[in-house]
């Protein structure tokens, strides 16, 4: 009985400063800290620009012979204002920010963790050839989890959009869900939302591996001596330049990754069997610059979203480091 009686109250009770303490030192680790400030910069970057975006779509999808989005960037935009007003602007951006924070926490977090597993093999900070490396397998492994949700966001960019030779909707068009369902139904399950998958790698593996690459070199170059961290407007020029190098570079395989989105669908003006014969027939019928549709929105939302996706990351990535009991040397 005198035992009993010597027992705590409660002797599992944890007080909410224990809570709270180990919740930070948690959120404050290197890998946790990135894979939630990624999530957040990929949610801010894809909502700036989200009409550039959709409108990037339309033009890369839009096969020879149709015109209805062969008009400049301004136009474009007045157009799809006057078809579908501020919601043709947000059209699919709510899956895209769905895909694109999983996908960004992802490979952020991912790169994080191939950065420093090279560093503890190597013994010394990561090359620019390691930093590529690093990239391009970070974003192979962002993209294999979330490509299911790209192709939807596709097709939600599309069907409202006025396009001649798809035919028109009437009434509210298919979310999110019902257009996943009637995909893996009727386009051969689990492989018709992976269609597309090997040029989205193809493309994605070296433009993540350029931007990591190409961003740490100019953020390197922007800290002056005696420096540990650049001011932020240093990290917005960094992010908006490495993104613009990035995206040039890789943007055909862009092209191509849509293209193959929307290759089942009827109406499009094409049917691709390989990524060589979708190549040869692009340059065949639309030349060169057919490699390049939408090049133009596409540079001008590069500085806006990498501008803010770097910057929102940084600033995400460096109060979550700052909760910890002590400073840990960010990503």
Request: proline content about 6%; overall charge positive; aromatic content about 12%.
């Amino acid at each position: 009985m005198s035992e009993i009686q010597n027992l705590p109250e409660n002797p599992v009770t944890v007080s909410p400063p224990d809570v709270v303490s180990n919740l930070q030192a948690f959120v404050s680790t290197p890998f946790t800290a990135a894979f939630c400030a990624g999530g957040v910069a990929g949610a801010v970057s894809r909502t700036v620009v989200s009409p550039l975006e959709r409108l990037k779509i339309l033009y890369q999808v839009q096969s020879a012979g149709r015109n209805e989005y062969q008009l400049s960037v301004g136009k474009a935009l007045a157009k799809m204002w006057r078809d579908e007003g501020w919601r043709g602007f947000m059209r699919g951006n709510g899956i895209n920010c769905l895909r694109i924070v999983p996908y960004s926490a992802v490979q952020f977090g991912s790169f994080n963790l191939y950065k420093r597993t090279v560093e503890g093999w190597t013994g010394h900070n990561l090359t620019s050839f390691e930093r590529l490396l690093c990239g391009g397998v970070a974003g192979i492994t962002s993209v294999t989890f979330t490509y299911p949700l790209d192709i939807v966001r596709t097709r939600l960019s599309i069907q409202t959009a006025s396009f001649a030779s798809l035919a028109r909707r009437e009434g509210k068009p298919p979310g999110m869900w019902p257009t996943m369902k009637l995909m893996y139904k009727s386009e051969g399950g689990v492989r018709g939302l992976y269609r597309g998958i090997l040029p989205t790698v193809a493309g994605v593996a070296p433009y993540v591996g350029l931007n990591f690459m190409v961003y740490e070199n100019v953020r390197g170059y922007f800290t002056e001596a005696g420096e540990t961290n650049p001011p932020w407007y240093r990290k917005l020029a960094a992010g908006a330049i490495s993104g613009a190098v990035a995206q040039t570079c890789t943007y055909p395989f862009d092209v191509l990754r849509r293209r193959f989105q929307v290759n089942s669908m009827s109406g499009m003006g094409y049917q691709y069997t390989s990524i060589t014969g979708a190549i040869t027939t692009i340059l065949k019928e639309e030349g060169f610059l057919g490699l390049y549709k939408g090049i133009m929105p596409n540079l001008l939302k590069v500085a806006p979203s990498m501008a803010s996706s770097w910057l929102s990351f940084e600033l995400t990535r460096d109060f979550l480091v700052s909760l910890g009991p002590q400073n840990t040397d960010p990503v």
